[in-house]
Structures are given as C-alpha cells and as structure tokens.
C-alpha cells in the first residue's frame, strides 16, 4: 500500500524557515512527479510547488517564489520543501503528493499524504 508520511511542521516565527519532508514507500518513486499542496482553514487545497520525476524541472505558485524551494533525493524516496521567510499567511496544513505528470493540477495527484500542520505566528 502506498504512503506519503509527511513530517517537518511546526510552529515558527514570522521570518522563520522550516524544512518539510515526505517520504514515499511501496512507490517506484522516480516513477512519480511529487507535489506540495497547502490548506488553510476554510480554504480549499492549493498548489504550492511541484518538481519533475528526474527532480530537473520544478514550478512555484507566485506567493512561494523565491522563498521556498522543493526538492527530491530518489535515493531516499523523499521530497522536501525548504521554507525560508515564512509569512503569517503560509500557516496551512501541508500535504504532499504523487502524480504521473508534472503538473499544478490537483486532480492529477494519485496519492497524497496526511499532512503536516505549519504555523507561523507574529
């Protein structure tokens, strides 16, 4: 059975960073293009970041540019999400994701882990 277990949330200062993980079994991972969503209460689920299957190619919703990079080791079955200058609205709960494409589309995401709650306060 598959599984995305994301970990790394926290509480952190507005400035702060936080680096998430998620790591993947029962998965050909490299097989799999990996995403990061956010969700903040009320709110529907929303891209953040994606990165290609070879880790080559990644893609940034405009409100992380430049402060958060993703990133993949196939080794270790994992992507990351390094997030630098943290704002108050990046508290959100964080999911990752695995999908055949490279794509920003949720509904193209196969399999998803059970989140990570990031809190950012002031």
């Known amino acids: 059975q598959v599984q995305l277990v994301e970990s790394g949330g926290g509480l952190v200062q507005a400035g702060g960073s936080l680096r998430l993980s998620c790591a993947a079994s029962?998965?050909?991972?490299?097989?799999?293009?990996m995403g990061w969503f956010r969700q903040a209460p009320g709110k529907e689920r929303e891209f953040v970041a994606a990165?290609?299957?070879?880790?080559?190619?990644?893609t940034y919703a405009d409100f992380v540019k430049g402060r958060f990079t993703i990133s993949r080791d196939n080794g270790k079955n994992t992507v990351y999400l390094q997030m630098n200058s943290l704002k108050l609205e990046d508290t959100a709960v964080y999911y990752c994701?695995?999908?055949?494409?490279?794509?920003?589309?949720?509904?193209?995401?196969?399999?998803w882990g059970q989140g990570t709650q990031v809190t950012v306060s002031s």
């Open positions: 990165i290609s299957r070879s880790g080559g190619s990644t």
């Open positions: 029962a998965l050909t991972f490299n097989n799999y293009a």
């Open positions: 994701g695995a999908s055949r494409p490279f794509t920003i589309l949720i509904r193209q995401y196969n399999y």
